[in-house]
């Protein structure tokens, strides 16, 4: 059954039925993405934190996800790396605060959301988690995990 619309309202393809939102917007300047997330997960890093005399002397083992809600909505039009978040720049800043010792996990995330939310004003929210692999409790255990998360559109709306 043929349908009764145009090619020109059917889209690029001829046999289309439906007329894909991205067909019309995509060249345009109407703004069509609110919120995205850049994601950094299962960086991994031998370290040097905890309560624990053992294991700030021998180390260990840990992974860092980090998830920036942003817009890069003109990153994406212009395929340009200004209008977005440099993950490199987000991956260095976590580098350097496994390599500052700490006893708590927790410090640790937090000293990474405080740095990333600094070198980039334009997040809206930012989730950091920092998993500790094979902690050192008696049992079997893969891992234990701090997250935090900061919603920055949250504060303003309390300023």
């Known amino acids: 059954m043929q349908s009764k619309r145009s090619q020109s309202e059917a889209g690029p393809n001829k046999y289309c039925t439906f007329t894909p939102l991205f067909y019309h917007t995509h060249k345009s300047s109407t703004k069509l993405i609110e919120m995205a997330v850049i994601a950094l997960e299962e960086m991994e890093f031998y370290a040097y934190h905890g309560y ?10 840990y992974l860092v996800d980090v998830y920036l809600n942003t817009n890069f909505e ?24 496994m390599l500052e010792s700490s006893n708590l996990i ?3 995330a937090l000293r990474m959301l405080d740095k990333i939310a600094e070198n980039f004003t334009e997040v809206k929210k930012i989730k950091v988690r920092v998993s500790k692999l094979n ?3 008696p049992g079997k255990l893969k891992r234990t995990f701090v997250e935090i998360e900061k919603n920055f559109e949250e504060v303003e709306k309390m300023l």
């Open 52 to 61: 624990y005399a053992q294991e700030n002397k021998f180390g260990g083992y």
């Open 74 to 97: 003109t990153a994406a039009q212009h395929d340009q790396l200004s209008g977005t978040i440099n993950y490199e720049v987000v991956y260095e800043i976590c580098k350097n605060e």
């Open 106 to 108: 927790e410090h640790v």
């Open 135 to 137: 902690p050192p409790l």
